[in-house]
């Protein structure tokens, strides 16, 4: 399974993105998918998750209120919607997937995407 990662990009301090992440490959299956984010020099962070059937979503609190996931037609792909973007969200941004249910608490997952950077000027 492979993982693409888009939409990320610069934006002003009370904007919005929305990142998309598409899932692909021959077994694919059904992935319960989220995203961390990076910022330089520190550790990669919990941002949001998605289950399979979209019954257990979670956010980090920073985030709460702001950024929306959602699955679109297509599956295994999914949307991170943020608005009202701070200069602190300022990040790469990385979608995640694991195969059935989405581990929650863990930084061990099954696919990896690569990182979408998001800049938020102030």
């Known amino acids: 399974v492979q993982l693409q990662a888009s939409g990320g990009g610069l934006v002003q301090t009370g904007g919005s993105l929305r990142l998309s992440c598409a899932a692909s490959g021959r077994t694919v299956g059904r992935l319960g998918m989220g995203w961390f984010r990076q910022e330089p020099g520190k550790e990669r962070v919990f941002v949001a998750s998605?289950?399979?059937?979209?019954?257990?979503?979670n956010y980090v609190d920073s985030v709460k209120g702001r950024f929306t996931i959602s699955r679109g037609s297509a599956k295994n792909t999914v949307y991170l919607q943020m608005n009202s973007l701070q200069p602190e969200d300022t990040a790469v941004y990385y979608c995640?997937?694991?195969?059935?249910?989405?581990?929650?608490?863990?930084?061990?997952?099954?696919?990896w995407g690569q990182g979408t950077l998001v800049t938020v000027s102030s």
């Open positions: 998605r289950s399979w059937d979209g019954e257990i979503i």
């Open positions: 995640a997937a694991d195969r059935g249910t989405w581990r929650i608490d863990s930084y061990e997952h099954d696919f």
